[in-house]
């Protein structure tokens, strides 16, 4: 069965851009998460969906937005790129909302220039 | 604010030998815990959990230890292998309790090991 995918695997943007990332979870989950990844920060949560729903965010700014389709297939957004966002968004899913083990994608990595 | 820590940043075991990665975390609510491994250029992936009412669970090759009283979390690795190379995270849920699902990850450990 496929694993979660996500794309593009790479992407440069410029500072003041927007960027969106898209996420396709393993069939039949619905539950899909966002966290980036940086050499400073480590891996950091980013939101939680659900049902189409946010259900959780984490500590980040409101350039950082997501939505989550019908078919659990999710999206993030970033506006208006700084420097710092260049990072490896990864998505990771799970069956529902609970003790699942989340499955990780292989990130986008974005670079802002 | 609380967080996952991890002891050591890099660990150097030669093949065949047994593994440890040691974990400490401060947030006692926390009630369900995950190793993942990551390769370079790949996301995490899933190695094995413990929820808190548990001490002790294996899996294939692994073991995770859960000491509650000290906050501690350890991955044992059993004959470790030249692919068991990568780096580590432990990651706890701390308010699953309260119906919200997010990790809060360690910073890794780079484990190597040595043909």
């Known amino acids: 069965k496929a694993g979660v995918t996500q794309t593009p695997r790479y992407l440069i943007k410029t500072r003041g851009q927007q960027v969106t990332l898209s996420c396709s979870p393993i069939?039949?989950?619905?539950?899909v998460s966002w966290y980036q990844q940086t050499p400073g920060q480590g891996l950091q949560f980013l939101f939680e969906y659900f049902s189409e729903t946010q259900r959780n965010k984490g500590n980040f700014p409101g350039r950082f937005s997501g939505r989550q389709f019908s078919n659990s297939r999710s999206e993030m957004n970033v506006s208006t790129l700084e420097l710092g966002d260049s990072a490896l968004y990864l998505c990771?899913?799970?069956?529902?909302?609970?003790?699942?083990?989340?499955?990780f994608g292989s990130g986008t990595r974005l670079t802002v220039v | 604010g609380e967080s996952v820590g991890l002891h050591l940043p890099t660990l150097s075991v030669q093949e065949g030998d047994n593994s440890i990665i040691n974990c400490a975390y401060s947030?006692?609510?926390?009630?369900?815990f995950i190793w993942y491994k990551q390769e370079s250029g790949k996301g995490p992936q899933f190695i094995i959990d413990?929820?808190?009412?548990?001490d002790k669970r294996q899996g294939q090759r692994v073991t995770v230890l859960l000491n509650k009283t000290v906050k501690h979390l350890s991955l044992q690795i059993a004959a470790t292998q030249p692919g068991d190379s990568a780096v580590y995270f432990c990651a706890e849920n701390p308010l699953s309790g309260a119906g919200s699902y997010q990790l809060t990850f360690g910073k890794g450990t780079k484990l190597s090991v040595i043909p």
């Open positions: 947030n006692s609510a926390s009630d369900y």
């Open positions: 990771a899913s799970s069956p529902g909302r609970g003790f699942y083990g989340y499955t």
């Open positions: 413990i929820r808190s009412n548990m």
């Open positions: 069939s039949g989950h619905r539950s």
